[in-house]
């Protein structure tokens, strides 16, 4: 007869069959990980023993066509940095010195794709073939090491006018791909972040170098006065013992060769200002000089012009300035040079609700101001600081209906001043309102501020990586050849057909505008 188990041992012994079979999944799982270990393992060591078989391989094939330096070692010749560095260079003594296109061609490379650190750009050029192709080294040639760079810069190159003579030679290459013409140039200036703390500076005074300014300003004003008939201005006689006039400047205990710079809308501390210059044709910078940031941009601008005009021989007809060189000094020099100039305008501090200088309308011809009553105001004197003063008839005023709008509460006429070169500002303007000088004015933001944008946004150059006015000038200088190095490439190699249709446009525009 059968036994019947109870309940009880029933429900007792299912636990321990469920938990043999458990047991033996958990070792055939494990089982299955130690062969897919296995597997994998075999698969990697497989993979793995082809990393050091040898190849034969061409390295040129292995930068792409269309890799930009491979367009920048095409059209750009690069044998006139030996030549230009030679003198610097024993040839009879001491160990074989690496050749200096390497060094500033490597230079290039971290200019080219914004790599801040020598350190690090050593590191990019070991592993990338493309860099290795460009300073021609093989797979496995040595790269020279970081020091190498910077112990030629401070030792070698050091108080040379390398970098300046390499920036000039690449625009000249422009040139003599008709790239540059010279006619219609853009100029502007851009700050860039020292190297210093803003919080440590000691207070100092620098003297101001104005007498040239000062004596073609009294000579016109003696001539002004003379044609309206006025008496010569009692002056001192120029005494060499008499100390030149002097400002008080913050100076940097880091940097002492920045400047503090404090305009509106921009941020304040220490800088330094890349004053650059572009040609219209093809954007080509022409010009690059760095100065502190306490400097104005007028300063230069005249002196910088010439230089470039006789360094490249230009014929320049036109250029394209914003308002902050709207100033009669630099009108007047343009003008006598022979040079139209397409301006931005302002119209300057004026007291809320009343008229100001724009309202009065001149007349050169009978040499007065009109004001929009009708009244004229006439010529008075010169002063000595350069200003003509028209005054208006008191009686006029007195009983004028708008004289609330037009005059402050305690004044009896109204007064305007005029500069003695305020005559060439108003043929900058007159030029600027015309069609030419508005489509010259129309292309400012995409010559020089695109310029500026670049050298920021992909080289690197919203900052100083070096402290010393000769270093940052290097890093300005660099960067804006390897800038007109990538424009020439771009132009000659990948879009020659858009380059032409810009200029087909700018000539027709041109000539229907002259018409």
Not at 18 to 41: C, H, P, R, S
Not at 92 to 120: C, H, Q, T, W
Not at 358 to 368: A, T
Not at 413 to 424: M, P, Q, S
């Amino acid at each position: 007869m059968e036994q019947v188990v109870p309940w009880a041992d029933k429900r007792a012994a299912l636990p321990f069959q469920a938990a043999d079979k458990v047991l033996a999944a958990f070792f055939i799982i494990k089982k299955y990980g130690k062969i897919k270990e296995t597997l994998e393992n075999a698969m990697l060591e497989e993979q793995n023993s082809h990393q050091g078989e040898m190849e034969l391989v061409i390295i040129d094939s292995l930068v792409p066509e269309d890799h930009l330096l491979r367009k920048i070692k095409k059209h750009i010749d690069f044998s006139f940095i030996n030549d230009m560095c030679r003198e610097y260079y024993c040839l009879d003594n001491g160990r074989p010195a690496i050749e200096p296109v390497i060094i500033f061609k490597m230079l290039f490379i971290g200019y080219l794709f914004g790599i801040r650190s020598e350190r690090r750009l050593v590191e990019e050029v070991k592993v990338n073939i493309a860099y290795r192709w460009f300073l021609d080294y093989k797979l496995a040639d040595k790269i020279p090491d970081a020091s190498v760079i910077w112990q030629n810069r401070r030792r070698r190159f050091k108080n040379t006018d390398i970098p300046q003579r390499i920036f000039d030679n690449i625009v000249w290459q422009a040139i003599d791909k008709g790239l540059v013409d010279g006619k219609v140039l853009y100029s502007d200036s851009t700050h860039l972040k020292a190297n210093a703390n803003k919080g440590k500076y000691t207070k100092a005074y620098v003297a101001q170098s104005t007498k040239g300014y000062i004596d073609d300003l009294d000579k016109d004003i003696e001539q002004d006065r003379e044609a309206h008939g006025k008496k010569p201005l009692n002056r001192k006689d120029d005494d060499d013992s008499n100390p030149p006039p002097t400002r008080e400047i913050k100076q940097s205990t880091t940097d002492p060769e920045s400047g503090f710079m404090h305009r509106d809308g921009k941020p304040k501390g220490f800088f330094y200002l890349d004053h650059r210059t572009v040609d219209s044709k093809a954007n080509i910078i022409t010009d690059v000089y760095v100065t502190p940031g306490n400097v104005n941009d007028v300063d230069p601008y005249i002196g910088r012009l010439k230089t470039q005009i006789s360094k490249f021989g230009f014929e320049t007809e036109c250029v394209g300035l914003d308002a902050g060189y709207n100033t009669n000094i630099i009108c007047r020099d343009l003008s006598r040079m022979g040079i139209s100039a397409a301006l931005g305008y302002r119209r300057g501090c004026q007291q809320k609700g009343k008229y100001g200088k724009y309202k009065f309308k001149y007349i050169p011809e009978w040499d007065v101001y009109i004001c929009p009553q009708r009244c004229y105001l006439s010529y008075r004197t010169t002063t000595r600081i350069g200003y003509r003063e028209y005054t208006a008839d008191e009686s006029h005023c007195q009983g004028c209906p708008r004289r609330e709008e037009c005059l402050a509460e305690k004044q009896a006429f109204k007064i305007l001043r005029r500069h003695v070169w305020e005559d060439y500002k108003d043929m900058m303007y007159q030029f600027t309102k015309t069609d030419y000088g508005k489509q010259i004015y129309a292309r400012r933001k995409e010559t020089i501020e695109r310029s500026f944008a670049d050298s920021k946004e992909l080289h690197g150059l919203r900052y100083c990586r070096m402290r010393g006015l000769a270093k940052v000038s290097e890093q300005c200088l660099l960067t804006a050849a390897v800038q007109n190095m990538k424009k020439i490439a771009m132009l000659l190699d990948g879009r020659p057909l858009r380059f032409l249709q810009r200029r087909l446009y700018d000539v027709f525009h041109l000539n229907y505008c002259l018409s």
